[in-house]
């Protein structure tokens, strides 16, 4: 064989290793979400006008809306586990050792992650139905659009979704991370 070596064609298993890079980008991650999520909160709870119509003064609160609520406790429950996981992503980093390291506990939080997406798209979307019947309205039930006499509302508004789909994007990316972290664990079993 003139001292050519045969190389296995299987895959050794061998022990599963720190990976910074996962923890790293699950940190960023979560703060980008906690950032987004305190931003689509705030803008939603400044989203109040009052203005003066024939009939009297006409206020625009979110709290008039269900969607609007459903909404601001969507991205309430995601702040608070975005906090809760920006809090362990800093504890992995120092400890090395952190919820993406072992596999029950990867899988716990490659389902939060989830969830946590699954519950601001959802806040998101209801909320935007009912901001683009605000600003179009719906003219074959005859609601005329209400955004050009509470511009300041719908402007808020419009941050606060926008906010939202930017914290979407970041917590399906750390749910993208959980799960490489998880697809890692699987392939570097003992």
């Given at each position: 064989?003139?001292g050519?070596?045969?190389?296995?064609?299987?895959?050794?298993?061998?022990?599963v290793?720190?990976?910074?890079m996962?923890?790293?980008?699950s940190l960023?991650?979560r703060?980008?979400?906690?950032?987004?999520t305190?931003a689509a909160?705030?803008a939603m709870l400044k989203?109040?006008q009052?203005v003066p119509?024939?009939?009297?003064?006409?206020t625009?609160?979110w709290?008039d809306?269900?969607a609007?609520?459903?909404?601001?406790i969507g991205n309430s429950?995601?702040?608070?586990?975005a906090?809760?996981?920006?809090?362990?992503?800093c504890l992995?980093?120092?400890?090395?050792r952190?919820?993406?390291?072992?596999t029950k506990?990867a899988?716990?939080?490659?389902?939060?992650?989830?969830i946590?997406?699954c519950a601001?798209?959802?806040a998101?979307?209801?909320?935007?139905?009912v901001?683009?019947?605000?600003?179009?309205?719906?003219?074959s039930?005859f609601?005329?659009?209400?955004?050009?006499?509470?511009?300041r509302f719908?402007?808020?508004v419009q941050?606060?979704?926008?906010?939202?789909?930017?914290g979407?994007i970041?917590q399906?990316?750390?749910?993208?991370?959980?799960?490489?972290a998880l697809?890692?664990l699987?392939?570097h079993?003992?």
């Amino acid at each position: 064989m003139n001292g050519a070596t045969v190389q296995p064609s299987y895959k050794e298993a061998g022990p599963v290793r720190y990976h910074p890079m996962h923890d790293c980008l699950s940190l960023i991650l979560r703060l980008l979400t906690l950032g987004a999520t305190i931003a689509a909160i705030v803008a939603m709870l400044k989203s109040t006008q009052t203005v003066p119509t024939l009939l009297g003064p006409h206020t625009a609160r979110w709290k008039d809306f269900p969607a609007f609520e459903w909404f601001v406790i969507g991205n309430s429950i995601v702040l608070v586990y975005a906090a809760l996981g920006t809090l362990a992503a800093c504890l992995s980093l120092f400890t090395r050792r952190g919820p993406l390291s072992y596999t029950k506990t990867a899988w716990l939080t490659f389902l939060c992650d989830f969830i946590c997406s699954c519950a601001l798209i959802s806040a998101g979307s209801t909320a935007l139905g009912v901001a683009w019947i605000g600003k179009h309205g719906q003219h074959s039930a005859f609601w005329n659009a209400v955004c050009p006499t509470v511009d300041r509302f719908c402007d808020y508004v419009q941050g606060a979704l926008i906010a939202t789909l930017c914290g979407f994007i970041f917590q399906a990316l750390s749910t993208v991370i959980a799960a490489s972290a998880l697809h890692n664990l699987a392939t570097h079993r003992h």
